[in-house]
Structures are given as C-alpha cells and as structure tokens.
C-alpha cells in the first residue's frame, strides 16, 4: 500500500489557537535541542509553558529522535504536548529525516497534530521534513491477506512564521509532490518480479500517460524494434528470458503544456533507468542467498518513474524524456554466454565476459537511443550497477559521475539540499585500459579493482563528444537489504530538486 495518507497544511500560530478549540484536541509538537531549548516558539505561552516544564520533570536530554510527551489524562481541555529532541543543532542538517521519523512515531495515532516549526529549523530543512514525515508512514503490503490496521493520523498542521506563509506553501507544494514520486519508486521497486516483468513495468509508464494525459506521452519498443535499431547489448541480455524486453519512452511536455498542446520537446533534460525487473546473474549465476534481492534490480527505472511523478505533480515547466530499459536476465539455453561479442546501437562491439554485468549492456543502447532521437540538455542516468560502489560508498551516498562540471556542482547542490546525498566519483582516462578486449572495441568488465568506475567508463564510451552526461550507481542506496528489504525511493528527491533548480 502507498504511504498512509493524511491532510497536511502549513499555517499561522493564529491557526494553532482556533485548532485547539475545537472538540478533537490536535497533540502539540515541539522541536527541543541537546541543551533542552526549546526550538520555534511560535505556539501559545501555555504550551510552550507546559512543554518546558515537561523537558525539566522528565530530564529530558534532547537527543536525535529522542521524545517525551505528556498526555494531561486528567485535564478535559489540555491538547497532549509531545516533545521531541533534534540533538546538536549543527549536525541537523544531516538528521532532519530522522527527526521527521520521530515525529510521525509520536502523532502515528492521533487523529490530528500541529508541529511547531518556527524559525530556528529553517527553511531549507522544511521540505525535506515534510518528504520524510510523508514518506514515514508507507507501507507495502499488497500480498498480505491481513495488513496491519491503519494509523489513526487523518491530519497535521505545521504551525509557520506568517510573515513567509507563501514561501513555506511553495515548499510544501514541492515536497507533496516528491512524497508522491518517491511513493511511485518505492511501490514499483518492492512489487514481486513474478508480478513486475518488463512488460507490465512498461507498463507503469503508460499509467503515468494516463494520470496526467496533458503533459505526458509514452511510447513503448518492443524486441523487434530494438533488432531494428541494432540495440545488441540491450537484446543480449533479455534474450535469455520468455519475458520480452521492452523499451519505454516517457515524454514530459512541462514548457509546451502551458500553450495548451504538446509539441515537439525542445532540448529536453533526458533521464535513463536500469529496469532489470530480476536479475539472476544470466549463465554467470548468481549466489543462492540474498538472490530475491534481485527485484530491486529495477531501482534505476523505479526512481525515473517517481521522479516523472514528482515532476508532472510540482508541474515544473521544462521538457523531459525519460528513458526506461525493461529487461529481465535469465540464464537458458537462448541466455548469452561469456565470451560472446555483440554489437551496440552506435556500432561498438562488446565482448561479454561475465552475464552478470548486465546492466550497462541494456544502459548503452538506452542512452545511444536517447541521443539519436532527442537533442538533450543533459543526460542523467541511474542504476543498481554494481556491488563495487555498495563496498566503497555503503548505503549512505550515490556514486556520482559526470563529464560536465555545471551538472557535476548542480547535483551536488540538489544532494546537500535534499539529504539524498551523493559522491562525486572519478572517471580518470587511465581506469579505460582495464576494459580493453583482445577481439572486441570494449570488454563489459573491467576487474575486481575500481568496480563501479570501470563500469562507468563503460558507459561513458557510448555519450558522444560535447554531450553532458552524469551516471548515478544507486546500488548501494536503492533500497535496504535484509530480513526487512524495502525500496527506499531514493534518487527520486534529488533528481526531482536538481530538475526544479534547472527550470
């Protein structure tokens, strides 16, 4: 099920009073730090008396997601007051989403709540709370034949300073928005691959045509028309599975739209997604353990789709293309073999050493695709690549690499801003000898050393000269592993803030 829903407003203390006089009480939240200050005092005097005395009885500490709330049981007209700790105010920044966590834990089962935001957590912080709180309470239990009941939270009021109640209600506007897309990646990566085969995940992106039918248009290639164009590395790797690849093209009409039509895209921004729907490694099989894991082999197209949810809800007037390639790698007796040379889009021939590096095969010709048929700004690509980033970046950071400074500093930017962080990684000319093949123009694996860039140098030997490109390998931050494996949504929020900072 997609992230629990409830009405959330950003309004004046005024509000707060007015709310609090109705028969359903709101619980007041509010923002102390390590020192136990209290953060924002934009409420009434009461609570902010109650809250302070509550933080003084309790010794409360203020700790990063640490909360200490009193309920007032005996008191007919007295709202519950929670408090909840955001540690150092100077490493805020990098916890605000743990903080969003803890407020959603507190109010998860009260009808209504009102969070004290103030001035003293700026702006900035807001919109990347307000994603998280949204994001907070999602859930996937769509093959559960009893899902847990419901939170009790039908409504949050985020109580502002009214001198900047337009600013704060763009903002919010924006981070509904990436909540939703952020939804869209997450249902899509965490559905069963039974379920989600390349076909029905094309068909995910013609449900977008669908939602929103006046900015967007997709087409979709199947196998026959990817042996046409002479995409060999994407056909090398579905080849082995009864699933037919498929190719699906979404079109973002956000300048043209606004004339009321669409019409061609003018220098699009253009994004590509790995949509490997389960990947077994091919002939080059992988491991037993932790191998349903491979589901989320789609993150790359998952967080292309949410974004272009995000992008179509903010309504961000820019052109976009987004590209994704929907595979599925199967070993059988039509799967390709180590040692087989294929041949891309653009001519280049690829000698395929290991099955399992078959990500960058369907990429290539994704993004040859995208630059025979679309003049684009820029290409932005992302992909579960390779375990190699997992190991040197972990679950924190993306990979990030790029052949172009402003869209280098312009992600980077969209990252800090965002909390969806990322490491700019080097694409040194040196680390392309390790993909040299003896019968082919590139070998699709480099070696066990520099795993992650090699394979990105793999890719940057299909962008053409002058064309900006950056690749993203979410391998490490798609989704978390383990007994409770889950898509976590990301690079929806930077791709999404990165293209609102372009338009």
């Known amino acids: 099920m997609p992230a629990h829903t409830f009405h959330i407003s950003v309004k004046d203390a005024l509000s707060l009073k007015k709310a609090t006089k109705n028969k359903s009480l709101p619980t007041i939240v509010v923002f102390a730090d390590d020192q136990g200050q209290i953060l924002g005092n934009l409420g009434d005097a009461e609570y902010l008396s109650r809250a302070a005395d509550l933080i003084k009885q309790s010794h409360f500490k203020g700790g990063m997601g640490d909360s200490v709330t009193d309920y007032a049981i005996h008191a007919k007209d007295f709202p519950v007051v929670t408090v909840v700790g955001i540690g150092k105010l100077d490493k805020l920044a990098d916890n605000i989403a743990k903080a969003a966590q803890a407020v959603y834990t507190a109010i998860k089962n009260t009808p209504a709540a009102a969070i004290l935001w103030g001035d003293t957590i700026c702006q ?17 239990e769509h093959h559960k034949a009893k899902p847990k009941d419901a939170d009790l939270l039908e409504e949050v009021i985020i109580i502002s300073n009214k001198d900047a109640q337009d600013d704060y209600d763009n903002a919010l506007t924006f981070a509904k928005a990436t909540a939703a897309g952020m939804t869209t990646a997450r249902d899509v990566a965490n559905e069963a691959p039974n379920l989600l085969n390349p076909s029905e995940l094309a068909q995910k992106a013609k449900q977008l045509a ?110 976009l293309v987004a590209v994704l390639a929907c595979a599925e790698n199967m070993p059988s007796a039509r799967a390709s073999r180590p040692g087989d040379v294929v041949t891309a889009m653009n001519g280049t021939t690829v000698e395929i050493l290991n099955t399992d590096a078959e990500g960058r095969l369907v990429l290539c010709d994704a993004l040859c695709y995208v630059q025979e048929h679309y003049d684009a700004r820029v290409i932005i690509d992302t992909a579960t690549l390779t375990g190699a980033c997992v190991i040197a970046l972990g679950s924190v950071r993306s990979g990030m690499y790029s052949n172009d400074e402003d869209t280098l500093f312009a992600l980077e930017a969209a990252s800090e801003y965002t909390g969806d ?83």
């Open 421 to 503: 962080l990322v490491w700019h990684m080097p694409l040194d000319e040196t680390y392309n000898e390790q993909l040299n093949s003896k019968v082919a123009d590139v070998q699709n694996i480099g070696g066990r050393e520099a795993g992650s860039v090699t394979a990105a140098c793999f890719l940057k030997r299909f962008i053409k000269e002058g064309q900006a490109w950056a690749h993203l390998d979410i391998a490490g931050t798609a989704w978390k592993s383990g007994s409770t494996a889950s898509a976590s949504g990301r690079p929806v929020a930077l791709l999404t803030q990165y293209l609102r900072s372009q338009a």
């Open 124 to 140: 900035i912080h807001f919109t990347q709370f307000v994603t998280a709180l949204i994001g907070a309470g999602y859930r996937f």
């Open 210 to 319: 669908k939602d929103y039918e006046d900015t967007i248009s997709v087409s979709v290639l199947g196998e026959k028309d990817m042996q046409k164009l002479g995409m060999g590395c994407f056909l090398a790797v579905s080849q082995g599975s009864d699933a037919e690849g498929k190719l699906a093209v979404i079109e973002y009409y956000g300048k043209s739209s606004k004339s009321g039509k669409k019409s061609k895209l003018e220098r699009p921004f253009a994004l590509v997604g790995k949509g490997l729907t389960f990947d077994s490694g091919g002939i080059s099989l992988k491991p037993a353990a932790g191998m349903e894991e491979m589901k989320f082999d789609m993150g790359g197209a998952a967080s292309i789709l949410g974004t272009v949810r995000a992008v179509a809800e903010a309504g961000l007037e820019i052109d």
